[in-house]
């Protein structure tokens, strides 16, 4: 499994519309994802960050070329919500657990 993290600063006046484009334009852009597993949105302060779930590298590959993705990116960084360049890093998973039961009680999908 790999992990992939996405990382940005928001301006602090833009926070609500960021938070409403991450359930309605990132969330069901990742859904159509070939091999990606799901997403979490994080939170900081002003910092957000897209922690990814992927089967393999070569649906993280895949991605970088997908329609839905370019558009997403295009879209970001046209908005003026974004503070800098956003960051990103990859990690291939070499251990630990996710108790998919408890993340399922929680709820933490806003659809």
Known sequence: MIVRLW???VEKDRIAEYEENEHGRSAPM???QPGCLG???LR????FFALSFWKD?????RLKTSTPYLEACAFYAKSGMLVGDPS???FEVSGGFLDL????QANLSRQ
């Open 7 to 9: 990382t940005t600063r």
């Open 30 to 32: 990742f859904r159509k």
């Open 39 to 41: 997403v979490m949105f």
């Open 44 to 47: 900081s302060g002003e910092n």
């Open 57 to 61: 590298p070569e649906s993280v590959e």
């Open 88 to 90: 990103l890093e990859v």
């Open 101 to 104: 039961r408890a993340l399922a």
